[in-house]
Each structure stands twice: as structure tokens, then as C-alpha cells.
């Protein structure tokens, strides 16, 4: 079984000289459908699935390739795990529930604000944004006012 490969993936492949492969095509495909944000162990559990013999070094290997040439970002949510998107030309955010740990994602315009005020401010030049908020989602605010653990 041939898995697909979206023509972005496959144009940055070939002019970076590197061929595209089941494997990498199938690595690509699975942080495209992920429903979340995807560490490598989850990446390389999914692909395994289709492919057996599929080694997770292979997995790591691609990760590092696709980061470098720009179609997915890596994501630090906590100290433990790096998490893997698809690199989106659209500017997005992210909610990170300390409770359980749950990624939501929010689009606003704040990047814009940041290097243009900020940079200013502190005469530094921006080339890139990431905007990670902690707190605690719906659920665990539950949890946490039925405990008696009313945080701030």
C-alpha cells in the first residue's frame, strides 16, 4: 500500500535532494490526521500499526527532516515530550491544562502585537512567535472547586 504524500511534502523532499519514502510518507500522513498534538511515541505506535517493521528511529529521523524543512513544528508543552503539528500558515496558539494535560488550540492575532510592540520596546528583533498559555481547563476547574483546592 502506497501511502499518500501531500505535494508540499513531496516538492520540500525533492529540492532538498531527499526521496520521498512509504515511510516518510506514512509519518507525514499520521501527524496530518493526528487528532492533537502528537508526540513520537504516539507517531511511531500509529505508524507501526500499518507498518510492523517500521523502526522509531525512523520515525525520529523523519521528524527532525520535516522539522528542518519547515512542514511540521515541534511543540514543548512540558519538560518530557516534544509534540508535532503541521506547520499551518495561519497564526494559532496554544491552552495548556495543567491538570490533565489536555492541548487546546486558539487562533488570534497576537503575533502582530508582539513584534510590534514588544520588539520596539526592547529593540529586539522577532523572527518567530509562540504563545503558550497554562491554566486549567473546564474539567479540572471542576475538579479542583471539588476538592476544596480553589486555585489562582
Known sequence: MK????????RRLNTAGMRVTNQRSLIMEIIRQGEGHL???????RAREKRSRLSFSTVYRA??????LGLIEEL????????YEVKTSGEHHHLVCLGCGKVIEFHQRLSRYIKRNVAEAKDFDITETEVRVSGYCAECQQERLS??????
Not at 508526540?39 to 505506535?45: F, G, N, S, V
Not at 521528524?63 to 528542518?68: A, R
Not at 476538592?147 to 489562582?152: D, H, I, P, R, V
Open 76 to 83: 514543548h508543552f512540558d519538560e518530557g515530550h516534544h509534540h
Open 3 to 10: 501511502e499518500s504524500c501531500p505535494l508540499e511534502t513531496r
Open 63 to 68: 521528524l527532525q527532516t520535516f522539522k528542518k
Open 147 to 152: 476538592a476544596g483546592q480553589e486555585g489562582k
Open 39 to 45: 508526540d513520537a511515541d504516539e507517531i511511531y505506535r
